[in-house]
């Protein structure tokens, strides 16, 4: 289980600065509505639990404690006083969400039932916010993206080492962007969240992804938007166990293989776009200099 830590969160940004840069400052951007004006704050830090919740189930972390909670809690959200996370997680005990489990002085917290699968997104965003989940899921694709070389050295069966390990950071890089626009996909349907925020940073994530994947096929865009970067909830991949990490790593060093030449047309045509998009630049920025 990968811990959410400053380094994690750290890793994850230099990542996205590498990747799409343009959406360094914007990526985590998250405005709550209920927070802002106060209203339905008892739905919405059930919402946020659950969604803490979630993340642990989906890393299967099945029990979890109210410290745990908490400390998650901070990780996300404006921190809370402890009591206020117990009294939740009580009542969603109470209203028979979630069920208790003491072993001694602990006492864990558990789902009374499986989170649901194949709901719909609207739906699915009434009991749970998704960030948890999502950011977990971007931060496990960044520290792959990180340990490229070292993942590729083990399970490179044939092909250039080089070349496919910067065809692997091109794959984790497109899926923590896919990871992105799935997780502001949801946000727009969150009742407590600011919908119009939400739509521009889908635009700004859409037109970032545009630029990287656009001559990609469009199976290979699909199988990472689809499986790679979706929760399982939503029909993502589940790799909590290890032989399920090590078959979801083995296709991607696959596909890194696969898809080589389409990598390095898509890398050839992006800065193209880059260097056409400074040259504008400076001739705009002369043009206004020179009207002074």
Same mark, same amino acid.
Request: net charge negative; proline share 2%; charged share 30%.
């Given at each position: 289980?990968?811990?959410?830590?400053?380094?994690?969160?750290y890793i994850l940004?230099?990542?996205?600065?590498?990747?799409? @840069?343009?959406?360094? $400052?914007?990526?985590?951007?998250?405005?709550? !509505?209920?927070?802002?004006?106060?209203?339905?704050?008892?739905?919405?830090?059930?919402?946020?639990?659950?969604g803490i919740m979630?993340?642990?189930?989906?890393?299967?972390?099945?029990?979890?404690?109210?410290? !745990?909670?908490?400390?998650?809690?901070?990780?996300?959200?404006?921190?809370?006083?402890?009591?206020?996370?117990?009294?939740?997680?009580?009542?969603?005990?109470?209203?028979?969400?979630?069920?208790?489990?003491?072993?001694?002085?602990?006492?864990?917290?558990?789902?009374?039932?499986? @989170?649901?699968?194949?709901?719909?997104?609207?739906?699915?965003?009434?009991?749970?916010? &998704?960030? @948890?989940?999502?950011?977990?899921?971007?931060?496990?694709?960044?520290?792959?993206?990180?340990?490229?070389?070292?993942?590729?050295?083990?399970?490179?069966?044939?092909?250039?080492?080089?070349?496919?390990?910067?065809?692997?950071?091109?794959?984790?890089?497109?899926?923590?962007?896919?990871?992105?626009? $799935?997780?502001?996909?949801?946000?727009?349907?969150?009742?407590?969240?600011?919908?119009?925020?939400?739509?521009?940073?889908?635009?700004?994530?859409?037109?970032?992804?545009?630029?990287?994947?656009? &001559?990609?096929?469009?199976?290979?865009?699909?199988?990472?938007?689809?499986?790679?970067?979706?929760? @399982?909830?939503?029909?993502?991949?589940?790799?909590?166990?290890?032989?399920? !990490?090590?078959?979801?790593?083995?296709?991607?060093?696959?596909?890194a293989n696969q898809?080589?030449?389409?990598?390095?047309?898509?890398?050839?045509?992006?800065?193209?776009?880059?260097?056409?998009?400074?040259?504008?630049?400076?001739? !705009?920025?002369?043009?206004?200099?020179?009207?002074?």
């Amino acid at each position: 289980m990968l811990e959410i830590t400053e380094l994690t969160i750290y890793i994850l940004e230099k990542v996205i600065h590498e990747v799409a @840069p343009e959406l360094l $400052n914007v990526y985590n951007i998250r405005e709550d !509505e209920s927070e802002e004006q106060q209203i339905k704050t008892g739905q919405l830090h059930e919402n946020r639990i659950l969604g803490i919740m979630l993340k642990f189930y989906l890393e299967g972390k099945k029990k979890v404690t109210t410290r !745990e909670v908490e400390l998650e809690y901070k990780k996300f959200y404006k921190d809370i006083a402890r009591s206020t996370v117990s009294t939740y997680l009580n009542i969603l005990k109470k209203e028979g969400t979630l069920s208790k489990e003491r072993n001694g002085r602990l006492v864990y917290y558990i789902f009374s039932e499986k @989170p649901p699968e194949d709901i719909s997104s609207f739906w699915f965003t009434r009991l749970f916010c &998704v960030d @948890p989940a999502y950011f977990y899921r971007a931060i496990y694709f960044s520290s792959l993206y990180s340990i490229a070389d070292i993942i590729i050295r083990k399970h490179l069966k044939k092909g250039n080492f080089d070349e496919t390990v910067e065809c692997f950071r091109y794959l984790t890089g497109i899926i923590i962007l896919f990871i992105l626009k $799935n997780r502001s996909s949801k946000c727009i349907l969150c009742q407590f969240g600011k919908q119009e925020r939400y739509l521009d940073l889908l635009e700004e994530i859409n037109s970032a992804i545009k630029d990287r994947t656009d &001559v990609l096929p469009s199976e290979l865009q699909d199988l990472l938007l689809e499986k790679y970067a979706e929760i @399982p909830n939503f029909g993502g991949y589940h790799f909590e166990d290890n032989n399920k !990490e090590i078959e979801m790593i083995e296709e991607l060093t696959r596909l890194a293989n696969q898809y080589k030449k389409d990598m390095e047309y898509q890398t050839m045509v992006l800065n193209r776009r880059i260097n056409t998009r400074v040259s504008e630049k400076v001739k !705009e920025d002369n043009k206004q200099i020179s009207s002074f």
